[in-house]
């Protein structure tokens, strides 16, 4: 299997959402493609995975429409299909931070590539890294000496940055995060917040991964598929995550499994099925 992952901020009228839903759904059915994309005013968040030749079809299929036509695509291969279903839904953000003046098409930080960051690494003077990923996301690898937020959801960033000492703002500083969507808004709303000199990873970790491996990395990059992590080769781990606190389980972790070394309850267990056995334990 191959999965992809690419993002555009690019503007779409909306009346024209539901027939763009509609055709790509349809072909992507037609393709047997599993994923989740999501549609709105912003542009369009891509996650899909299946086998290569029709990955290709798919990207060609995209690539008729104007707004998709140079989606920078991020490929890793897996042996299983990481998704469960195809969807294509239309949301008010492509990713979710709830913060109108954030527009990333019409302005954003300034990018720095997965090499030029490798290079600040071995500098004399590094940037500030700062992770924009939720805690349980980093719990299983970041960027040596990242800059942590300590925040559940992206939702919870722009309070978060309110909180970094005012020292910074005139610090050089990189965000990152997965794949790069969520620092097009990250590191634009640090800019109005005041932070002079923001940039943000281009591509993420996973381009990163791809371009100069694991150095300067440890650990793990967690995805939001059945994979939950993959190594700097960008293959798929044995790492499993507990449906219970979302945490992600690595082997060490999984030796008393399905016990969650975290929260204690049954990382197997969705949440009907936690609630069918609370209320089996308390009759």
Known sequence: MINVSAYAFTPLEEDRLPSLKQDILAQAKTLNLKGTILLSTEGINAFFSGEPETVEQFKTFLSTYPEFATLPYKDSPSDEQPFSRML???????????????????????YITAKDLKAAYESDEPPIVLDTRNDYEIQLGKFDDALELDI??????????????DDLKSKKIVTYCTGGIRCEKAAELMQQAGFNNVYQLEGGVLKYFEDCGGDHYTGECFVFDK?????????????????????????????????????????????????????????
Do not use: W, Y
């Not at 949301?91 to 300034?110: N, R």
């Not at 030796?255 to 309850?265: E, I, K, M, R, S």
């Open 88 to 110: 294509v839904r239309i949301k008010k953000e492509i990713i979710s931070m709830g913060v109108d003046s954030v527009i990333p098409h019409d302005h954003t930080a300034p």
């Open 152 to 165: 559940k959801s992206f939702r919870d960033f722009p309070e978060a940055i309110q909180q970094l000492p």
């Open 227 to 283: 994979r939950v992590g993959v190594n700097s080769e960008l293959h798929e781990t044995d790492t499993k995550q507990c449906f219970a606190c979302r945490m992600p389980l690595t082997t060490a972790d999984q030796a008393n499994f399905p016990t969650c070394p975290h929260c204690g309850g049954n990382a197997a267990l969705g949440k009907r099925a936690r609630e069918r056995q609370d209320q089996e334990n308390r009759t």
